[in-house]
């Protein structure tokens, strides 16, 4: 009832608290649906720093199919599925990872979920935390951007020989608003803050 999409008599179809004993994980915050998949982030930790993704199999909706989790401690309430390649990325918030050393902090971890039931931690990317993430794809690459304590920050996401990954930050110039500005990577790289204002 307390719903405002339920007193617009929008039918629920099923609810859960993704728990055993039925009580909240925690503050249920962002989720992304790519691939066959729904990620759903759950703040969780005594410090309300700490995520739990679970990982749903989109199409036995309206049933809740947990095919498996991820917990990331000191990780920021957000997740994203990339759009073709089978990794997640979870932010970090700027505040836990900065420190007085620039490009030491973590913007976010990216996850290999090719198989949901066995989510494997596969890279980083640095960083002053990361909000508002959001990603691309573009000429076959993949690309992830979001806000930091740096301004709007744009990562490429690259394959290393190891079979891990890594975001790479080609610009703090590129406008956040505007992500078809990454089709012309080449000239914002070459720009800076200042060139841009």
């Not at 405002?4 to 728990?19: D, H, I, K, P, Q």
């Not at 902090?105 to 996850?111: H, N, T, V």
């Not at 066995?118 to 990361?130: L, M, Y």
């Not at 190891?162 to 590129?174: E, K, M, N, R």
Request: aromatic letters at 8%.
């Amino acid at each position: 009832d307390l719903h405002t999409e339920v007193n617009r008599n929008v039918e629920v179809l099923g609810y859960t608290a993704f728990s055993d004993d039925g009580l909240s994980l925690g503050e249920y915050t962002e989720l992304d649906n790519e691939q066959g998949l729904i990620a759903m982030a759950v703040v969780t930790g005594s410090a309300g720093v700490d995520l739990r993704i679970v990982l749903l199999d989109a199409a036995a909706l309206p049933e809740f199919k947990v095919l498996g989790t991820i917990d990331e401690p000191n990780a920021y309430g957000d997740v994203k599925i990339d759009e073709e390649l089978p990794l997640l990325y979870i932010p970090y918030p700027g505040a836990r990872f900065t420190s007085t050393q620039p490009g030491s902090g973590l913007g976010f971890s990216i996850w290999d979920i090719s198989d949901p039931a066995k989510p494997v931690r596969v890279g980083q990317a640095p960083g002053a935390g990361c909000h508002m993430l959001n990603t691309l794809r573009v000429d076959g690459t993949s690309f992830v951007w979001c806000a930091s304590a740096t301004g709007p920050t744009t990562y490429r996401v690259a394959g290393l020989p190891t079979g891990q990954y890594a975001g790479v930050p080609i610009s703090s110039a590129i406008p956040q608003s505007d992500p078809e500005v990454l089709r012309y990577a080449d000239y914002y790289s070459q720009l800076t803050a200042t060139g841009v204002a």
